[in-house]
């Protein structure tokens, strides 16, 4: 059971580059997610799923775009880097409890530089 | 937003003390979870209080929940080195809605 699998780890851009973070959960959660954490912002939710084939946008959505063709996979795609993207990139999964709590499992986090 | 606001933004203690930060929210909650993040990784689930609860242990943790004062602390006792990290909270409607996070506490803990 590998949890949530995030690749690359490191990533250095070139500004206007474009490229896919890929994220998978191998638990059969209905719900992914992807964060961004800068320092002193805190985490940042930029796109989540509730499940395969619906998408959503959270707080900082430009610039990304999302797609959840199954239920194991959601990759982030940068679609024009820009400096401002440098950032941690997270993604989570969860299955609801039984109590109906969203219980978060996280990735490793892929660190990404715009030059 | 959903956001939790985590105070102080750094502690600083001695190995075997133990450590106490605080949560703040503005709107009301289904319940509220503590995560964990050590340096350089993923967010850690800790534990989780329910809106009905006042209190809950988990090991050397004890998580406290006023929903009056919309508040909550999670006490660290008998710190280890081992516990440094940074500790965030997650207040939450419930189901499948979206976690927020602020920016944390960080907490160092020294041997």
């Known amino acids: 059971n590998a949890g949530v699998t995030q690749t690359p780890k490191f990533q250095v851009l070139k500004t206007g580059q474009s490229m896919t973070l890929q994220c998978a959960q191998d638990?059969?959660?209905?719900?992914m997610s992807w964060y961004r954490q800068d320092p002193g912002m805190g985490l940042r939710l930029i796109h989540y799923?509730?499940?395969?084939?619906?998408?959503d946008q959270g707080e900082v959505p430009n610039g990304y775009n999302v797609s959840r063709s199954t239920t194991e996979d959601f990759p982030l795609r940068l679609l024009s880097a820009a400096p401002s993207q440098t950032s941690v990139y997270f993604c989570?999964?969860?299955?609801?409890?039984?109590?109906?709590?969203?219980?978060?499992?996280f990735g490793a986090g892929s660190r990404l530089t715009v030059l | 937003s959903q956001q939790g606001e985590e105070d102080p933004q750094a502690l600083s203690i001695q190995e075997g003390e133990n450590a106490t930060m605080n949560c703040s929210y503005k709107?009301?909650?289904?319940?509220l979870q503590w995560y964990r993040q050590n340096s350089g990784r993923g967010l850690v689930h800790l534990i989780l209080?329910?809106?009905?609860?006042r209190e809950k242990h988990s090991g050397r943790l004890r998580v406290t929940l006023d929903t009056s004062k919309k508040s909550s602390s999670l006490l660290i006792t008998a710190s280890r080195a081992a516990d440094t990290a940074s500790y965030f909270c997650?207040?939450?409607?419930?189901?499948?809605?979206?976690?927020?996070f602020g920016t944390g506490t960080r907490l160092t803990v020294i041997p």
């Open positions: 209080i329910r809106s009905n609860e």
């Open positions: 799923s509730v499940g395969a084939g619906i998408t």
């Open positions: 709107t009301s909650i289904n319940n």
């Open positions: 989570a999964s969860s299955y609801p409890t039984g109590s109906g709590a969203n219980v978060l499992t």
């Open positions: 997650a207040p939450s409607k419930g189901g499948a809605n979206n976690l927020f």
């Open positions: 638990m059969n959660h209905e719900y």
